[in-house]
T-cell receptor, first 115, second 110 residues
Framework: GAVVSQHPSRVICKSGTSVKIECRSL??????MFWYRQFPKQSLMLMAT?????????EQGVEKDKFLINHASLTLSTLTVTSAHPEDSSFYIC???????????FGSGTQLSVL | DQQVKQNSPSLSVQEGRISILNCDYT??????FLWYKKYPAEGPTFLIS?????DKNEDGRFTVFLNKSAKHLSLHIVPSQPGDSAVYFC?????????FGAGTRLTVKP
């Protein structure tokens, strides 16, 4: 299966700092990547669709200026949580589709804890 | 608006028995359905899928059933093994818009 790498796996930061999370497709090119957020015991909530070479598409209720997404190449998308606050603490997961397939391949996730 | 629902947050079964995980959806435009398995602090991994033109898909111990008229699908695991203990997410896809259920935590007891 396709491999999606996500780093870091865990980050602890102080309130007010910014955190960057990277998502890479290792063995395929991904024109589109997806960013999800998961709260404990809740579903994976789609935050935004990251499009290579263009602006990301954000879901309703997700602050664009808070969650900056950059998809600079066909294998890399980054999510930056700006001026993080404790309520931003969550598990963030990226995913990508390989070719025109229906399946999503997920990164291993990033546990963000904001103190 | 929760378009994909997994009403059972948890399920516990004995090793060797059948595990049945259920999922309901509301959007009749969904045309592809998937089940993902997730361990703590890891990303979900694909398990099995089914197209809306089928009503059953089987892969080893895993079988997914789709009832389009009821907008319901289920995942059967038989026989269940302790290693199957994880959170299972149901997902439904419509034109590359994929929505997930809240997940069901399966515990298989030895």
């Amino acid at each position: 299966g396709a491999v999606v790498s996500q780093h870091p796996s865990r980050v602890i930061c102080k309130s007010g700092t910014s955190v960057k999370i990277e998502c890479r497709s290792l063995d395929f090119q991904a024109t589109t990547m997806f960013w999800y957020r998961q709260f404990p015991k809740q579903s994976l909530m789609l935050m935004a669709t990251s499009n290579e070479g263009s602006k990301a598409t954000y879901e309703q209720g997700v602050e664009k200026d808070k969650f900056l997404i950059n998809h600079a190449s066909l294998t890399l998308s980054t999510l930056t949580v700006t001026s993080a606050h404790p309520e931003d603490s969550s598990f963030y997961i990226c995913s990508a589709r390989k070719g025109g397939g229906e399946k999503l391949f997920f990164g291993s996730g990033t546990q963000l804890s904001v103190l | 608006d929760q378009q994909v629902k997994q009403n059972s947050p948890s399920l516990s079964v004995q090793e060797g028995r059948i595990s049945i995980l259920n999922c309901d959806y509301t959007n009749s435009m969904f045309d592809y359905f998937l089940w993902y398995k997730k361990y703590p602090a890891e990303g979900p991994t694909f398990l099995i899928s089914i197209s809306s033109i089928k009503d059953k898909n089987e892969d080893g111990r895993f079988t997914v059933f789709l009832n389009k008229s009821a907008k319901h699908l289920s995942l059967h695991i038989v026989p269940s093994q302790p290693g199957d203990s994880a959170v299972y997410f149901c997902a439904a896809n419509n034109n590359n818009d994929m929505r997930f259920g809240a997940g069901t935590r399966l515990t298989v007891k030895p």
